[in-house]
T-cell receptor, first 111, second 113 residues
Framework: DAKTTQPTSMDCAEGRAANLPCNHS???????VYWYRQIHSQGPQYIIH???NNETNEMASLIITEDRKSSTLILPHATLRDTAVYYC????????????FGQGTELSVKP | EAGVAQSPRYKIIEKRQSVAFWCNPI?????LYWYQQILGQGPKLLIQ????????DSQLPKDRFSAERLKGVDSTLKIQPAKLEDSAVYLC???????????FGAGTRLSVL
């Protein structure tokens, strides 16, 4: 599974877009990019995942670069409830599909 | 739909005691996972079940940790005897084969004194 690199922490103003970057330069061709978040005292929550194409759901958008070496999770209108640790994870189903969590990015949404 | 249920929510024990955690996954989810999350770190997979069979237990400290999922539904994780370094949150997750991500419970916070 690819090693991912994320900034340790980020701030975002309430109502603005939060753009969380992730570097996964060693990602293999059949490895998905998954994003989870963990709000304090809760279990991780699935947000979105993608392989090559950009993806959007009711929670967020995922932009994956054409070379797949990096991606950006976008929360279009951040609220205080989006304050959490965000994890970017490379996942290869051909190798068991194991989630390997790194340190993640601690996002603080401020009023 | 109901989420992943875990109990207890909190547990405090002394070192060398035994403890057990229970997990009931989302109905119909064949795959069940147990994770350990030490304060300040991301969750670490301990064991993965597919129905009632073990898929991956490479990170489970088998001298003191055990887990079972006898009927392919709910699962129990046991620690015997506990050490101070076992203080952590123990998370259970479940998933379907459709690659829509894993769904996590709220976890059990264990403090070993």
């Amino acid at each position: 599974d690819a090693k991912t690199t994320q900034p340790t922490s980020m701030d975002c103003a309430e109502g603005r877009a939060a753009n969380l970057p992730c570097n996964h330069s060693t990602i293999s061709g059949n490895e998905y990019v998954y994003w989870y978040r963990q709000i304090h005292s809760q279990g991780p929550q699935y947000i979105i995942h993608g392989l090559k194409n950009n993806e959007t759901n009711e929670m967020a958008s995922l932009i994956i670069t054409e070379d797949r070496k990096s991606s950006t999770l976008i929360l279009p209108h951040a609220t205080l409830r989006d304050t959490a640790v965000y994890y970017c994870i490379g996942l290869n189903y051909n190798q068991g599909g194991k989630l390997i969590f790194g340190q993640g990015t601690e996002l603080s949404v401020k009023p | 739909e109901a989420g992943v249920a875990q109990s207890p929510r909190y547990k405090i024990i002394e070192k060398r005691q035994s403890v057990a955690f229970w997990c009931n996954p989302i109905s119909g989810h064949a795959t069940l996972y147990w994770y350990q999350q030490i304060l300040g770190q991301g969750p670490k997979l301990l064991i993965q079940f597919q129905n009632n069979g073990v898929v991956d237990d490479s990170q489970l400290p088998k001298d003191r940790f055990s887990a079972e999922r006898l009927k392919g539904v709910d699962s129990t994780l046991k620690i015997q005897p506990a050490k101070l370094e076992d203080s952590a949150v123990y998370l259970c997750a479940s998933s379907t084969p459709r690659r829509l991500g894993q769904y996590f419970g709220a976890g059990t916070r264990l403090s070993v004194l």
